[in-house]
C-alpha cells in the first residue's frame, strides 16, 4: 500500500495570502502546504480522501491518473471544493464513484446543484455514483473501509481505516469506541493543527498525547498550519516515531 500526502495544510494553506509570517516566508519546501488531502494506492485500487481546492495542483505533480473512488470525511470548502477538477476522470472512466455520510451529499448538492442535475444537465459536467455510508464498515473492491467517527467542534467527521493503516482529519475529540477502532495500527495520520489550543481541531499537544493512547508503530501529523512553526524546527522536537508530513510525502506500508 502506498500513501501520497498531496497536502497537509489546513483551510488556508501555507503560505496564506498576503501573509508576512516568518513560516509563510520560508524557502523550505516542507513548509508549503497545499489543503489536506491523501491518496492510497494499490495495485489494483487508487481512492482519493477528500478533494480540496488545490485538487488539480496536486493530481498533476503527483502524476496520478486514475482515482477508482473519492472518500469524503465531511463538507467543508477545504475538503471539497475541488470536485469539479474531477472531469477528467470521468470524461476516460465514467460516472466517480464516490462515499460520504448522507449529510455531506446533501451539502454537496446544494452547493454544486449543477452536477446533481437529472434533466437539462449542461454538457460536459461530471456525475457522481454516490453511496451513502454510516459508522459502519463497508466494501471497495474488496477492500474493507473502516469509518471512524470523531467530531470537529460538534461536526462529526469521518476518519478512516482500511488495512493497519488510518486516516483522521479536522479531529477535536474522538469517542472511546472509536478509539477501539484504531488498535495495532502500522501507520496513523492524524491533524495537528497549531501549538495553542484551538475549538475544533487537536492541537500538537492533543495530537501526540491521541498517538500515545493508540500506539501506532508510526505516525504523521497533517492539517497543519503556520502557527505551529517551521517544519524541521518542530520535527526536532517529536517522539522518533512521530513524524511531520509534508506535500508529495510518499510512504509505503
Same mark, same amino acid.
Given at each position: 500500500m502506498k500513501i501520497t500526502f498531496l497536502g497537509t495544510g489546513t483551510s488556508q494553506g501555507i503560505p496564506i495570502i498576503g501573509s508576512n509570517h516568518p513560516v509563510c516566508l520560508s524557502k523550505n519546501k516542507?513548509?508549503?502546504?497545499?489543503?489536506?488531502?491523501?491518496?492510497?494506492?494499490?495495485?489494483?485500487?487508487?481512492?482519493?480522501?477528500?478533494?480540496g481546492p488545490d485538487f488539480r495542483q496536486q493530481v498533476l505533480r503527483a502524476n496520478c491518473t486514475q482515482i477508482?473512488?473519492?472518500?469524503?470525511?465531511?463538507?467543508?470548502?477545504?475538503?471539497?471544493?475541488?470536485?469539479?477538477?474531477?472531469?477528467?476522470?470521468?470524461?476516460?472512466?465514467?460516472?466517480?464513484? &464516490?462515499? %460520504?455520510?448522507?449529510?455531506? =451529499? /446533501?451539502?454537496?448538492?446544494?452547493r454544486f446543484g449543477y452536477i446533481f442535475k437529472t434533466e437539462n444537465k449542461y454538457p460536459g459536467v461530471l456525475t457522481f455514483?454516490?453511496?451513502?455510508?454510516?459508522?459502519?464498515?463497508?466494501?471497495?473492491?474488496?477492500?474493507?473501509?473502516?469509518?471512524?467517527?470523531?467530531?470537529?467542534?460538534?461536526?462529526?467527521?469521518?476518519?478512516?481505516?482500511?488495512?493497519?493503516f488510518a486516516y483522521i482529519t479536522d479531529a477535536k475529540t474522538v469517542p472511546n469506541e472509536e478509539i477501539d477502532k484504531l488498535q495495532d495500527l502500522e501507520v496513523l495520520v492524524v491533524n495537528a493543527l497549531r501549538k495553542e489550543p484551538h475549538?475544533?481541531?487537536?492541537?500538537?499537544?492533543? &495530537?501526540? %498525547?491521541?498517538?500515545?493512547? =493508540? /500506539?501506532?508503530?508510526k505516525a504523521y501529523l497533517t492539517h497543519i498550519s503556520h502557527h505551529l512553526g517551521?517544519?524541521?524546527?518542530?520535527?526536532?522536537?517529536?517522539p522518533k516515531n512521530v513524524?511531520?508530513?509534508?506535500d508529495e510525502l510518499k510512504i509505503t506500508i
Open positions: 516542507k513548509d508549503k502546504r497545499l489543503r489536506v488531502s491523501v491518496l492510497l494506492e494499490w495495485e489494483n485500487l487508487t481512492l482519493l480522501i477528500d478533494c477508482d473512488a473519492v472518500l469524503f470525511t465531511h463538507e467543508h470548502s477545504d475538503h471539497t471544493a475541488g470536485i469539479d477538477d474531477l472531469r477528467p476522470f470521468y470524461y476516460r472512466q465514467g460516472d466517480i464513484l &464516490a462515499y %460520504a455520510h448522507e449529510r455531506v =451529499v /446533501k451539502a454537496l448538492e446544494k455514483d454516490f453511496k451513502m455510508i454510516k459508522n459502519a464498515p463497508f466494501l471497495i473492491k474488496n477492500k474493507e473501509i473502516i469509518p471512524i467517527q470523531v467530531y470537529h467542534y460538534k461536526l462529526a467527521v469521518f476518519g478512516f481505516r482500511t488495512d493497519d475549538i475544533s481541531h487537536f492541537n500538537l499537544e492533543e &495530537a501526540l %498525547a491521541f498517538i500515545e493512547l =493508540v /500506539k501506532p508503530k517551521f517544519h524541521d524546527e518542530v520535527q526536532k522536537t517529536l513524524f511531520l508530513a509534508y
